[in-house]
């Protein structure tokens, strides 16, 4: 439906209402954030009644509002949605409401809100769209096109693109900020701080989201966690450079606090519009709960849930030959590697980096994207036959969008090379990037991955990207233009026709570990690889943050070597099997190199793998909010709340002798529940004895009500540092 203007309009899903007043010259925000109920009269007056503040001393003659789309025109003082300058010119942006939509669902869950706006001093026509979606994620996206009909005054001057900001205010009861950061195998790390007056600003300036990406910008109550406290939050969907802010003025927002955002980190120059050309800004993705954080995470992990091209089969066991054989690619050898996979059920092989010419080292060989003929005379068929004949898939690496100088493809092509023409900066693990803009180059790339997954019926590809972009410039003829957004939108062009063309192709996203991983490469991968650490120290803490976004199902998680390749820290196989369960398992570990007896544990893993991955791969992610940081208890339960599995982790030492009683967060307190610990992988160290109930556990399940594990809570063993214990939890009563 199209609504009169000067109307409030609610969208409404999921326990989370958007109330937009549409009023020219620009709409405003009246509430994002709990539902009101059926939306009334009454209810719409009074959010719009109360949507001015008052007028401050030494301030603007009128009250200063905050819209839809803030500048200083308004009175806003803080960063604005809109920025940019036609040479110089036309830096005061006035868009004006010319026309919207309003599209209401007929079983009144979510919808849909379009606005255009006309700015006669830049020249830009911007359309901006909210959508609700049945989960409760809120997306924003906008356009801008360079129309030189709206301002005779700059005539058909180009219009560079400055920034567009997705933004929307905050109340005053979020006084915390949540966001991560990190390094090469330490990604998602979170980090806290109180929201003070001025800007909080992250950005994302390396081509890429990085190793330290914000992730998930979050504002929320006084020491929200898992379980509990408000929180409102925003994600960019998009894999290029990125910046997130929250924002606190004196004067406030409005009739609100603060303001959280997000949007493209463009390089001056980045986006230059002439007329009739159109910019579409990235989608940013915002998300109320009123539970805390695995609220947050509830929704975002449905609606990826609720795509048509979300993975439907059970996900298989996977082995990657990464760290088993680097690269020493032998027939024989990874015969044999194959065959012992076979022997614990492994259902997928990947063949990683070494496969192609010239690829001993890390050092030459990118951008040749032929199999060596000297490691292998008769391709890669014997391999393939072999993977074939165990009834395994079969995958291979590839790192597309990177180039060594030490290739063919380099000395034939070097303007193909992303870099300014006075000259490469330094290299990053040996290697430069491929201007994959550049139309000769994406087709080269389109045209060898095409006929290698062809040749070989590949049913998957580990798609890595393992440097950053610096001085990302496409030398052509409009001279050394900033092309990492361009870059980015060919990536995914390449992704969305190779997925095209092989509609049951899989993909997995890699960037050195987990330095890519955002919701807009998502919508074109099956998996991400959330770090090149398989230390289950290191591990499990990055997965269980990475969760907050991602569902376990898209998450590869390996296990490793005794002494882990990354940080030389050497763990326990029980604690390696069960940190690397729960999510789309897989191995890293040279299974030739293990004897009998690990091999039949690691069997034995690959066994309970298969038995719970149809809950851990559709259940709600779950995480107890401990006072003890050494330790953490994270769950995954059924959508229904038949089954639940646990996973209660001890890392480090800590100064607390027992763990006191530890709710389990998920359940249903008025069910009853089986509980039995599950020592099949080996049984986890303990600092001393076990709570009784642990004991009789595991000797076989115990009943125990829900309230008891919910709500009051149950002692837990105190391991030593490094183990873990699963607890499995299936409801009686129903």
């Not at 058909?156 to 009861?173: I, K, M, N, S």
């Not at 998450?555 to 490793?560: Q, R, T, V």
């Not at 769950?635 to 009683?661: E, K, Y």
Request: aromatic share 8%.
């Amino acid at each position: 439906m199209t609504s009169r203007a000067d109307t409030v309009v609610a969208l409404r899903a999921s326990g989370v209402v958007f109330v937009l007043q549409i009023s020219a010259p620009i709409p405003r925000v009246l509430h994002w954030g709990a539902d009101l109920g059926e939306s009334t009269a009454a209810t719409a007056y009074a959010l719009a009644l109360t949507a001015s503040p008052a007028q401050l001393n030494n301030s603007p003659d009128i009250p200063r509002s905050f819209s839809a789309l803030p500048t200083e025109y308004e009175g806003w003082s803080g960063t604005p949605a809109l920025s940019g300058h036609a040479q110089g010119r036309a830096t005061t942006p006035r868009p004006r409401l010319v026309r919207h939509d309003v599209v209401i669902p007929s079983d009144g869950v979510g919808g849909r809100i379009a606005l255009e706006f006309e700015d006669e001093v830049c020249g830009i026509r911007t359309q901006l769209r909210y959508h609700l979606d049945a989960h409760g994620v809120l997306a924003v996206d906008a356009s801008l096109t360079r129309a030189a009909e709206l301002s005779p005054r700059i005539g058909d001057t180009a219009y560079t693109v400055g920034a567009f900001l997705a933004l929307l205010p905050l109340p005053e009861r979020a006084t915390e900020i949540l966001d991560f950061t990190g390094k090469w195998c330490r990604e998602r790390s979170p980090q806290r701080s109180p929201f003070g007056f001025g800007t909080h600003l992250r950005s994302a300036h390396r081509g890429k989201p990085g190793h330290d990406s914000p992730f998930l910008f979050a504002a929320g109550t006084e020491g929200f966690g898992f379980g509990h406290g408000e929180i409102w939050a925003v994600h960019l969907a998009w894999s290029g450079e990125q910046q997130y802010l929250a924002e606190r003025l004196p004067e406030g927002a409005g009739a609100f606090s603060s303001v959280l955002g997000a949007g493209e980190d463009l390089h001056p120059g980045e986006i230059i519009l002439e007329d009739g050309e159109r910019y579409d800004a990235p989608t940013a993705l915002f998300v109320w709960s009123d539970d805390g954080l695995d609220a947050i995470s509830d929704r975002l992990h449905r609606r990826l849930r609720a795509r048509d091209s979300h993975p439907r089969g059970p996900r298989p066991l996977v082995l990657n030959t990464w760290e088993a054989v680097y690269f020493d690619h032998d027939l024989a050898r990874l015969t044999a590697l194959i065959e012992r996979a076979a022997e614990v059920g492994v259902e997928r092989i990947v063949l990683d980096d070494g496969w192609f010419r010239g690829r001993r080292e890390a050092d030459a060989g990118l951008g040749d994207w032929f199999v060596d003929e000297e490691v292998w005379p008769q391709g890669l068929s014997p391999l393939v036959d072999v993977v074939r004949a165990h009834g395994m898939q079969f995958g291979l690496w590839f790192e597309p969008e990177m180039i060594n100088l030490d290739s063919d493809l380099a000395r034939s092509h070097p303007d193909w090379v992303l870099g300014p023409a006075e000259g490469f900066g330094p290299e990053s693990r040996s290697q430069h990037v491929l201007d994959i803009a550049r139309p000769e180059a994406y087709e080269y790339l389109l045209e060898r991955i095409d006929a290698l997954v062809r040749e070989h019926s590949i049913d998957y590809l580990k798609w890595d990207h393992n440097r950053d972009l610096l001085e990302a410039v496409s030398r052509g003829t409009d001279g050394d233009r900033p092309s990492v957004h361009r870059q980015t939108e060919a990536l995914y062009r390449l992704l969305d026709e190779l997925r095209l063309r092989h509609p049951e192709l899989e993909i997995e996203t890699c960037s050195g570990g987990g330095g890519r991983v955002d919701l807009g490469i998502l919508d074109r991968t099956d998996r991400v690889w959330a770090s090149d650490c398989n230390d289950p120290v290191e591990r499990i803490q990055i997965e269980r943050w990475t969760r907050t976004i991602v569902p376990p199902e898209l998450i590869g998680s390996h296990l490793g070597a005794a002494r882990s390749h990354t940080t030389a820290r050497t763990t326990d196989l029980s604690f390696r099997l069960a940190t690397s369960l729960t999510a789309h398992a897989g191995i890293e570990q040279d299974l030739t190199s293990v004897d009998d007896d690990e091999l039949a544990a690691i069997a034995r893993w690959a066994g309970m793998y298969r038995e719970f991955r149809d809950l851990l791969h559709s259940g709600r992610v779950v995480n107890a909010d401990l006072a003890d940081q050494a330790t953490s208890l994270s769950g995954i339960v059924a959508q229904d709340g038949s089954a639940a599995l646990f996973t209660w982790s001890r890392f480090a030492t800590s100064a607390a002798g027992q763990s006191g009683r530890v709710r389990f967060p998920g359940l249903d307190a008025h069910a009853a529940y089986s509980v039995r610990i599950r020592e099949d992988l080996g049984s986890a160290s303990r600092h001393g004895g076990d709570p009784v109930w642990v004991t009789t556990a595991l000797a076989g399940a115990i009943e125990v009500p829900g309230v008891v594990l919910s709500t009051v809570g149950v002692p837990l063993p105190t391991l030593n540092a490094q183990q873990a214990m699963l607890i499995e939890i299936r409801r009686t009563d129903s």
